[in-house]
Nanobody, 126 residues
Framework: QVQLVESGGGLAQAGDSLRLSCAAS????????MGWFRQAPGNEREFVAA????????SYADSVKGRFAISRDNAKNTLYLQMNSLKPEDTAIYYC???????????????????WGQGTQVTVSS
C-alpha cells in the first residue's frame, strides 16, 4: 500500500513562491491519479489540483489556476505543487492524496481519494 509524506511548507509573504513535495512509498504510485487538497481552520478540505497517472492530464481549482502548477516524477515516486504569487488566503494545511479509481474527470471530492499524507502547513502573510 502506498504511503504519502508531504514536505516543503512554511512561512511566506504575499507574492512569494513555495514548492510542496509529496514522497510516495511503494511501487504503485505511478499507476494512480493524484491530487492536492488544502484545509484552512474552520473550513472543509478543498480541492486544489489533480494530475493523471501519466502526468499529462491536469486539473485546477479556479482559485489557484494560473498561479499553482501540479507535476509528478514517477521515477522518483514524487508529486509536486509549485505555488507562485501566494496570497494570504492560500494559508492552509496542504495534503496530497491518491485516487484509487483513477476517476475521469479527475476527482475533486476528497471522498474519492483513498490514501492521504499527514499534511504540511503553508502560512502566507500580507
Amino acid at each position: 500500500q502506498v504511503q504519502l509524506v508531504e514536505s516543503g511548507g512554511g512561512l511566506a509573504q504575499a507574492g512569494d513562491s513555495l514548492r510542496l513535495s509529496c514522497a510516495a512509498s511503494g511501487r504503485t504510485f505511478s499507476r494512480y491519479h493524484m491530487g492536492w487538497f488544502r484545509q484552512a481552520p474552520g473550513n472543509e478540505r478543498e480541492f486544489v489540483a489533480a494530475i493523471s497517472w501519466t502526468g499529462t492530464g491536469k486539473s485546477y481549482a479556479d482559485s489557484v489556476k494560473g498561479r499553482f502548477a501540479i507535476s509528478r516524477d514517477n521515477a522518483k515516486n514524487t508529486l509536486y505543487l509549485q505555488m507562485n504569487s501566494l496570497k494570504p488566503e492560500d494559508t492552509a494545511i496542504y495534503y496530497c492524496a491518491l485516487d484509487p479509481r483513477n476517476n475521469i474527470p479527475y476527482a475533486r471530492d476528497a471522498k474519492d481519494y483513498g490514501t492521504w499524507g499527514q499534511g504540511t502547513q503553508v502560512t502566507v502573510s500580507s
